[in-house]
């Protein structure tokens, strides 16, 4: 995220209030848990969420990396809600349904694929088998344990079935895709975030979708070109 943003904020106008309560209770601490962290008295803390004194730019730059958050999150509260997901019961309560009862149905997919009725399936990994109808069903969550036999008896990976499309399989990716990005140098991660180099990226997409015998016709025309007279 650019850092230019702090060079059009007013700061006397303490446009990191009210983030900096909200980021706190978003990573789930007390005035007194952050205000030990960063040595300060939680009176000082508190008269900075309240916008009654200014904290400092290391003070700020110190909370946004105990909240676990860039630091334009703390002078928009909307941008924290990009970081800290708030879901509701109900709303985990029916994912939790739906995978169940997906997990379920690609299971017993498998197995009848695979050629092994229910008795035959559960009798393998030493289970009831009025136990696997209602992991086939999605009414019982299967523990992992018990997964994992069931997927290789099938010769199938867990991998197979890992949440990718709803919100929480969307948050996995996405922390899995920045991991990723961490383990690239700083020089290539300062090229691939730089605007201006937008369309050499933009390139090399392209030129990984060129098939070899277009890509060897490409490489002749230049060396072609790279011999002619000057």
């Not at 991991?179 to 933009?202: C, M």
């Not at 030129?207 to 025309?221: A, H, N, P, V």
Request: neutral net charge; aromatic residues 8%; glycine residues 4%.
């Amino acid at each position: 995220m650019k850092q230019e943003f702090m060079n059009h904020l007013d700061f006397s106008e303490h446009p990191w209030v009210p983030g900096l309560k909200k980021a706190r209770e978003a990573y789930g601490k007390t005035i007194k848990d952050v205000s030990q962290s960063l040595g300060i008295s939680n009176n000082r803390l508190r008269s900075y969420e309240e916008g009654k004194l200014t904290p400092s730019l290391p003070e700020l730059e110190s909370l946004s990396f105990l909240y676990n958050i860039p630091l334009a999150a703390l002078f928009d509260t909307q941008l924290i809600m990009d970081y800290v997901h708030e879901p509701q019961n109900h709303s985990l309560q029916s994912l939790l349904q739906i995978r169940n009862h997906f997990i379920g149905t690609h299971l017993q997919l498998a197995r009848e694929n695979f050629g092994k009725t229910v008795n035959e399936l559960a009798r393998e990994i030493k289970i009831p088998s009025s136990r696997l109808k209602k992991y086939e069903r999605g009414e019982l969550a299967i523990p992992l344990n018990d997964l994992q036999k069931l997927y290789q008896a099938v010769n199938r990976k867990i991998s197979d079935i890992l949440d990718k499309e709803s919100p929480i399989g969307m948050w996995q990716e996405l922390n899995m895709q920045i991991s990723s990005l961490k383990e690239i140098s700083q020089e290539n991660r300062e090229f691939f975030l730089t605007e201006e180099n937008q369309p050499y990226l933009d390139l090399a997409r392209q030129m990984k979708t060129i098939g070899r015998d277009q890509f060897t016709s490409l490489s002749e025309s230049l060396k072609k070109i790279l011999d002619l007279p000057k």
